[in-house]
Nanobody
Framework: VQLQASGGGLVQAGGSLRLSCTAS????????MGWFRQAPGKEREFVAT????????HYVDSVRGRFTISRDNARNTVYLQMNSLKPEDTAVYYC?????????????????WGQGTLVTVSS
């Protein structure tokens, strides 16, 4: 499956952005999806995930309460609404498809990746 991420940009601290990730296949509706991010000089880290069957979500502690992951299966799209952005949220954000149906935060459990979209938060 091909994933196309969009919605990144430059925003001031405290602002909001919504990222989108559209999949090329209808199998998206039966795929648990996730968002990861990679800041300059750092490892790629898990941000959020949403299951395909129950819509259960899970977040890394640093974004819980500020970010919301959602999906629209009719549009083959997963979203990441990011509010109250902080400079430390600056990173390239990647969407990915999980090989598992259940919640996972482990990078190797995701087998298809989008190209990434850059989010820059200024102080």
């Amino acid at each position: 499956v091909q994933l196309q991420a969009s919605g990144g940009g430059l925003v001031q601290a405290g602002g909001s952005l919504r990222l989108s990730c559209t999949a090329s296949e209808r199998t998206f509706s039966r795929s648990t999806m996730g968002w990861f991010r990679q800041a300059p000089g750092k490892e790629r880290e898990f941000v959020a995930t949403i299951t395909w069957n129950t819509g259960r979500t899970h977040y890394v502690d640093s974004v819980r309460g500020r970010f919301t992951i959602s999906r629209d299966n009719a549009r083959n799209t997963v979203y990441l609404q990011m509010n109250s952005l902080k400079p430390e949220d600056t990173a390239v954000y990647y969407c990915a498809r999980s090989k598992l149906d259940s919640i996972t935060t482990i990078r190797r459990n995701f087998d298809s990746w989008g190209q990434g979209t850059l989010v820059t938060v200024s102080s």
